[in-house]
């Protein structure tokens, strides 16, 4: 980019060999806006539709995970270390105090990954990002505080 005297900025170059320039409030040609505009939404979305499958796919983990924890009665070295689990006094009132916390949190995950991704790919509703984002928080705060207090009650002596 070079800058001229007047506080331009001639940054392309058009057809014709003439500078492009870009002005403090925009560019000149509205079709070259509207394309950067464009191309700057479009990786947003992608960032975003990225973020909505990690966000379905931990869901579907951790609800899968959950059920398995409680079918099989043991628990995973994921949620605890091996340290954490040979100390563990009771280790049925674990899985029982904590597979149900897993699975809802993974079921909102799920919910909110996959509700994402269909926003990003049709609706384009940006508050429901806002929305999305808060409930996938606030379950991964709500199992961590369980997780905290099945520590405490399970693990501690």
């Given at each position: 980019?070079?800058?001229?005297?007047?506080g331009?900025?001639?940054s392309?170059?058009s057809?014709r060999?003439?500078?492009?320039?870009?002005l403090?409030?925009?560019?000149?040609?509205?079709?070259?806006?509207?394309?950067?505009?464009?191309?700057r939404?479009a990786?947003?979305?992608?960032?975003?539709?990225?973020?909505?499958?990690?966000?379905?796919?931990?869901?579907?983990?951790?609800?899968?995970?959950?059920?398995?924890?409680?079918?099989?009665?043991?628990?995973?070295?994921?949620?605890?270390?091996?340290?954490?689990?040979a100390?563990?006094?009771d280790?049925n009132?674990?899985?029982?105090?904590?597979?149900?916390?897993?699975?809802?949190?993974?079921?909102v995950?799920?919910?909110?990954?996959?509700s994402?991704?269909?926003?990003?790919?049709?609706?384009?509703?940006?508050?429901w990002d806002?929305?999305?984002?808060?409930?996938?928080?606030?379950?991964f705060?709500w199992?961590?505080?369980?997780?905290?207090?099945a520590?405490?009650?399970?693990?501690?002596?």
């Amino acid at each position: 980019r070079h800058y001229k005297g007047n506080g331009e900025c001639v940054s392309m170059r058009s057809s014709r060999g003439e500078p492009e320039s870009v002005l403090s409030g925009g560019l000149r040609d509205p079709s070259l806006l509207f394309i950067m505009e464009e191309k700057r939404e479009a990786s947003g979305m992608d960032l975003l539709m990225m973020f909505d499958v990690m966000m379905l796919c931990l869901g579907v983990y951790m609800t899968v995970a959950a059920f398995v924890m409680k079918k099989s009665g043991r628990i995973r070295a994921v949620i605890l270390t091996e340290q954490e689990i040979a100390v563990c006094r009771d280790k049925n009132g674990f899985i029982a105090y904590m597979y149900w916390r897993e699975a809802v949190a993974g079921g909102v995950l799920i919910l909110a990954g996959a509700s994402g991704f269909i926003n990003d790919l049709f609706f384009h509703a940006r508050p429901w990002d806002m929305v999305k984002m808060a409930s996938a928080l606030a379950a991964f705060l709500w199992f961590w505080c369980g997780m905290s207090a099945a520590r405490e009650r399970f693990l501690k002596k």
